[in-house]
């Protein structure tokens, strides 16, 4: 069968380049060999943030009054789940909507514009690989034990002890719902640092925190082997500690998916970060693209990404691609609890920038974070000395995910003082408490 373009992969990345090009006329097939929209909407970030609705609600709950009632985890389970199979439903519908063919079942090239699903050929001028990326393994002794990322997300029963392997984004986010719902987290990370990118004096109020909360972080400890006991816990060896734990989910990182796919019958290049493509996504085969988490774009590896970079393909595509493609102001968030958020220039990057100041700013005090008791909420933020623009923030708050997007679009836009205080803002809004920024200073 032959289409104008085939997508390997069907989620947030392959989703949005396959939706693009179908509303420009294009006739387009997508391959899923798993759950229609992939690793975001099925073991990512929706179950996640479904289940961290209960658990944030819950500890804002705590903070303001007394005598909260404890969670259920099996109630939280059974709404992630509810929103996991809606969503799912909703992917695979827009995209048989939109008059995209959509094949099930593990694509392999055959050569460079041939692909085989299930035996049966297809053919495309064009193809885009939008893979995504599985959790990494570690190899030791009784590593069979360990579970993933997305076993923690769909599990209907969660036991009152566990054990985290990696102090990174999942890690955070998983033992903020855990602890909440009450279960008991010990986190093990090979050294010293925990959430790398982000700002080290904020990371530290955020382990202090989950520390205060009853999560136990083994620094420097490498995991050397795990036995199972009769009892159906499995005991824990690191170089410096041994433990008793009931379950283990090992989050040290994701590697892309490039094997199993024959690329090298179609001329693609990749190596241990991904796909080769160069600033038009563009692999090593000129009619070959690749884009989301397969790919080793010079991004991090996040739904936003995978998505802008789908649109991307998407406008460009019906002709050779003219150009580059250039990535608006990064913003991320740690969805742990509190959140961790990043936007623009990081405080780490604006230390080498002597043009650059950053200010911490303590906005407990301001009026969103005061009436939801955010005792914890700090915020560091980063200005061009020279005309006064901000071009960075990191924020440690319950809120910290909805003020680094209020952020990321002054920076986009160039907003200075002046230009805010243009604008009309509902009061008392947490894009009114914006004003404070400039008040603080
Ligand atoms: C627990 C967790 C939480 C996350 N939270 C966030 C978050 O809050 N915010 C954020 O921005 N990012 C988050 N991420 C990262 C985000 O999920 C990924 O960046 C995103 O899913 C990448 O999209 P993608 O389309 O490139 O890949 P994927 O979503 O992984 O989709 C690739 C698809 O390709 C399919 N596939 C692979 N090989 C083949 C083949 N040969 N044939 C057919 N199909 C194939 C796979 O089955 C899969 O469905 C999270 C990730 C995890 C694991
Ligand atoms: N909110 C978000 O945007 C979000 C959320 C979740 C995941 N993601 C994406 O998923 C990716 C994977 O997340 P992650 O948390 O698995 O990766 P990560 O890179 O954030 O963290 C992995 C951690 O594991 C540690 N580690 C590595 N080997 C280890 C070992 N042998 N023993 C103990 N610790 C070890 C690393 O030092 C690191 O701290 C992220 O990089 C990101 O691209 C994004």
Redesign the pocket.
Known sequence: MQYDVLVIGGGVGGGSVALNLASRGFKVAIVEERDWGGTTINR??TP?RALLASAETHFRMTQLVKDVAPLSWSEMASHSAKVVLAANQRYGNNLVNAGITTIEGHATFVNSNTILVHGQRYQAKTIVLATG?R??K?EFPGSQYMEH?ASFLKASNLPDKITI???????F?LASIATEAGTKVTI????R????IFDQGLVQTLISRLENAGVVFKFD???QNITELSSGSYQVTTNQDQFETKAIYC????VPNTEDLNLSVAGVKFGPLGIKVDERLKTSNPQIFALG?CCDAPV????NYAIYQGKYLGNNLQKPVQFPIKYPTPA????SIPKLGQVGISTQKAADKPELEVKTMDIKNWQTYARNGDDLAKLKIIFNKGNQQIVGAEVLSQDADQLVDYLSLLIQQHVSADDLQQQLFAYPSQASDLYGIWQSR
């Open positions: 990512g970030s996640k990326a959790p990494r570690l990322s392997v990696g102090a990174g984004i999942i890690a986010a093990v990370q090979h050294n640092m925990a959430l790398r400890n490498t995991i989050v040290a990182g994701r988490d991090p590896k996040l739904s991320l968030t740690v969805f």
